[in-house]
């Protein structure tokens, strides 16, 4: 009986435990995604910059695929006191009202390339 009650008393905090892990796993494997997300649009930034000879400034917002899940992404890229540099912020979220609490946020920084002696 004293076995029975002390199994009785374990398993729900062995369950409990369990659960709490698969939660941070999930959480984990959200973030990662968000990050992938994040540098992809960094990349993207980069390739719109090389092929249009401008950088883009201001908010820009949109969503891609990934992992079978939709993702939502806000990039605002500003002038530094460096002339040609840009910083960008990008902001990455599963839900598309979490501008405010992003899963993950990546800051970047690219060049002009007319600042880079024309190479």
Do not use: C
């Not at 369990?18 to 997300?37: C, K, N, P």
């Not at 910059?49 to 993702?71: N, P, T, V, Y």
């Amino acid at each position: 009986m004293v076995a029975l009650a002390v199994v009785a008393v374990a398993l729900p905090a062995l369950l409990m435990t369990i659960s709490q892990q698969l939660d941070g796993m999930r959480y984990l494997e959200d973030r990662s995604h968000a990050q992938w997300v994040a540098a992809n649009r960094l990349a993207e930034l980069r390739l719109v910059s090389k092929a249009r000879g401008k950088l883009q400034a201001g908010l820009i917002s949109g969503s891609e695929e990934l992992a079978g899940r939709q993702w939502y992404w806000w990039s605002e890229g500003k002038e530094t006191g460096v002339p040609g540099f840009f910083r960008y912020e990008i902001l990455v979220s599963d839900r598309e009202d979490s501008r405010i609490t992003p899963l993950y946020s990546l800051d970047g920084y690219l060049v002009h390339e007319a600042t880079q002696g024309g190479q």
